[in-house]
Structures are given as C-alpha cells and as structure tokens.
C-alpha cells in the first residue's frame, strides 16, 4: 500500500514540474489553441489520477490504465499525441 502512495506521489511531482516554469502562473486565454489545451491537461490529469486511485492495489495495471485516460480524454477534448 506504500508504494502505491509513492508512485501516485511521484506522479503528482512528475507533472507538476514537467514545465521548466511551473512555479510561474500565466493567464491563457480560453479561446485560444493554448488556453484549450491547458485547459484540457488539467482536466484529463483529473481523470487520470481518478482511474489510478481505482486500480489501487494493481499499481503497474493502474499506470496503464491512467495513461490510457488522458490519451482517451486529450482525443475527447479535441487533442491528439
């Protein structure tokens, strides 16, 4: 059980500091392609992290299954890889 709580705690550190200026907030505007995108990260970050916490125990299972998520929500918002 720890070492789920350290992954999905390394996950959280991962994507928080995967931008070199994540300490630095900046306004998008919503209408525009980076305002759509970043809006769209963050709520299918949302849902991945969702789908980690509900494979729990199965962490390698979990992994996946979250990856899948974000790429599933990112094409429902209109993004792909």
């Keep these: 059980m720890r070492l789920f709580f350290v992954f999905v705690g390394v996950l959280f550190v991962v994507g928080c ?5 994540s ?6 505007q919503p209408d ?3 305002g759509r995108l970043e809006r769209a990260k963050a709520i299918c970050n949302g849902r991945a992290g969702e789908t980690q916490v509900i494979a729990g125990r199965y962490w390698i ?3 996946i299954a979250s990856g899948n998520t974000f790429k599933a929500c990112m094409a429902e918002q209109g993004f792909v890889q």
Excluded: F, H, I, L
């Design 17 to 21: 500091t995967s931008d070199p200026s």
């Design 32 to 34: 525009t392609k980076v």
């Design 61 to 63: 299972a979990g992994a």
């Design 23 to 28: 300490g630095k907030w900046r306004e998008v």
